[in-house]
């Protein structure tokens, strides 16, 4: 799998070969003796309509410092539309980028640099900017016309009210005509390079690498090398405007970060999560199936697996979801590792056929990339509303699996322990990821081979049982002792023909029974296999073992509440975490590391779904903290709101 990835090499936190900034991309000239500032972190906003670039923009920028050796984090933003109002605050597209020389863990709280394309990507992220943040604005594109369409009365960068933050009036637009005048391209077309301009400037600043930018755009506009290298000119170009011009009179160099020796690369959540399936079939021994039917933001899934047929990936995009995972159980029954993805509103349709991969005791992977809801609700957000969704949202007694990655490279992780408890417990398991984890990137070690699990299956070859009589049958639902999994029989092998369907089996045999009493003990049967899946205990944070409140999350919260913890932490607070992988089951300490503290605090990006489950099932008051913006947490609020339950406490109990 190696050889498919782009990879960077980050040792020991040393420089690696070609890890340096790379020189002036201009030819012949050195660069300025302008002060270079030395930084240990920066968080970069860029920000502008959807077709200005902005993803692009900063995924390049992202991709350079990952080749640099820096720890990092990102938050694409984008509206649902493929073409949003252009210059409207609905229409506004985002990436912040924070980047670090030591280990960080979110996409930070707030920008130390915003690049504003236009009106609406100033006022739509001002709100966000602390005092003393650097603005870098398109001044080509504040006409009256577009100012009075996002409420502006008056120009804000004549009217003194940014006066509180570093201003960079810079004519994006004019400065990439100039540079492409010779170019032949016309006006329309040249100006939509002004984004690449403004990532030459931002390089240059911030001493990223650009080999791999320009190699990127000769790739990406190989069928149109005119375009290519229109965007590699105006990408120059920014470079060379930030070594000359007066208004950039300090460069900022962030160190790479000090990283366990190893191979790594850049990865979002979605990509991860591809790896690790294909990693996972690999290590079972079984062909990959994906039936899927596209939705955000789940869909990049697909895309991906379609490309890795070379690594026995079949992928079949489906007229609907419900035929996507139809042909996904249907490609368990026949012995590959069945897989498919969806969203919220597809996990609704698909809850039916989930049902009956319950009964029928097959392994699938059902890989929900959570977003806003309800129905259609906020596609291209974030959310962690659908917890009670993957634990009840079916018909009858069907308990399933919850497997739920933390971060974007954990992704990866989580689709190989999905596959495992899957393959070992012959059942379908819920698989919860969200938006922020899906489109979010961070460096991720490529982990050696032998580090992988070993998720071999044997699948029944013969007769399992012996009749009164003493003839030797095969009986497909004779189960495992340890595991309570059920035979997986492969169609087509001589002597294990067997029935299934969605109406109750009898034990054992598998014959179509209507026995009350049988159907007491399936039902029993099966939560007991999955009440009995052997997963890690949870593991508890607390460095100081005088914490009295403990910090509950699970899923994407833990870079957040991380962050906050360390916050808590280094300002005197003594405070616990845990974060939970495993939501069905849950590890079998969890009831006695939540009595083990005097107040539980538990962030979600719901109304409070696991304090639920909590409460109902250890009685303890487990107090929420909720959050449903589309957006993750704030470091900086969870840790207001750890602070004030540590000071409650210290009020009422001394």
Known sequence: MTSQVDQSQAVGGSDGEGQGAAPPPSTGRSRPAKPIRRLDRVIIRFAGDSGDGMQLTGDR???????????????????????????????????????????????????????????????????????????????????????????YPADPLADGSLSAYHLHKVPLTTLTLEALKESGLARKDAERAKNMFALGLLSWMYHRPTHGTERFLRQKFAKKPDIAEANIRAFRAGWNFGETTESFAVSYEIPPARLPAGTYRNIS???????????????????????????????????????????????FQAEDEIAGIGAALGAAFGGALGVTTTS???????????????????????????????????????????????????????????????????????????????????????????????????????PEVDELPDLRVEFASGPNHTLEDGSEVFWPYKRDPQTLARPWAVPGTPGLEHRIGGIEKQDGSGNI??????????????????????????????????????????????????????????????????????????????????????????PEMNLGQLALLLRARYLVDAQSYNQVRGLPFKAAQLADVLFAAIGTLEENHG
Not at 365 to 370: A, C, E, F, H, R
Request: proline fraction near 8%; glycine fraction near 8%.
């Open 61 to 151: 920028f992202t991709s350079e410092t990952a080749s640099f050796g820096n720890d990092l984090s990102t938050l694409p933003n984008f509206p649902a539309e493929i073409r949003a109002p252009a210059g409207t605050l609905p229409g506004v597209s985002s990436f912040q980028l924070h980047f670090a020389d030591h280990d960080i863990l979110t996409p930070g709280d707030a920008p130390n640099v915003l690049v504003a394309m236009n009106p609406a990507a100033l006022k739509a992220n001002l709100p966000d900017l602390p005092r003393g943040a650097e603005i870098i604005v398109n001044t080509d594109e504040f006409t009256k016309r577009a100012l009075a369409k996002v409420g």
């Open 513 to 602: 029974s209507y026995d009350p009493a049988n159907h007491d003990l399936m039902v029993r049967t099966r939560q007991a296999k999955i009440d009995g899946i052997t997963v890690p205990e949870l593991a508890v944070d607390d460095p100081s073992g005088a914490a009295r409140v403990l910090v509950l999350g699970w899923g994407s919260t833990y870079g957040p509440i991380t962050a906050a913890v360390r916050r808590v932490r280094a300002d005197g607070g003594r405070v616990a975490q845990a974060h939970l992988r495993h939501l069905n089951p849950f590890p079998a300490n969890l009831g006695a590391v939540l009595k083990a503290y005097d107040r539980v605090v538990v």
């Open 269 to 315: 959540g979605n990509l991860a999560l591809s790896y690790g399936l294909i990693a996972a079939a690999k290590r079972s021994g079984l062909p990959l199936f994906l039936g899927s039917y596209p939705i955000t933001p789940a869909s990049d899934i697909l895309h991906e697996l379609s490309r890795h047929k070379n690594f026995g990936v079949r992928t």
């Open 344 to 446: 919220g509103p597809g996990v609704a349709l698909k809850s039916e056929t989930v049902g009956l991969a319950v009964s029928l005791e097959l392994p699938l992977l059902v890989v929900d990339i959570q977003r806003g809801g309800p129905s259609t609700g906020l596609p291209t957000k974030t959310e962690q509303a659908d917890l009670l969704q993957a634990m009840f949202g079916r018909n009858g007694e069907a308990p399933v699996p919850i497997v739920a990655p933390a971060t974007p490279a954990d992704c990866f992780d989580a689709a190989l322990e999905a596959a495992r408890i899957a393959v070992a417990y012959r059942t379908p398991v819920m698989l919860l990821s969200d938006g922020y984890l899906a489109n979010g990137s961070e460096p991720w070690r490529i």
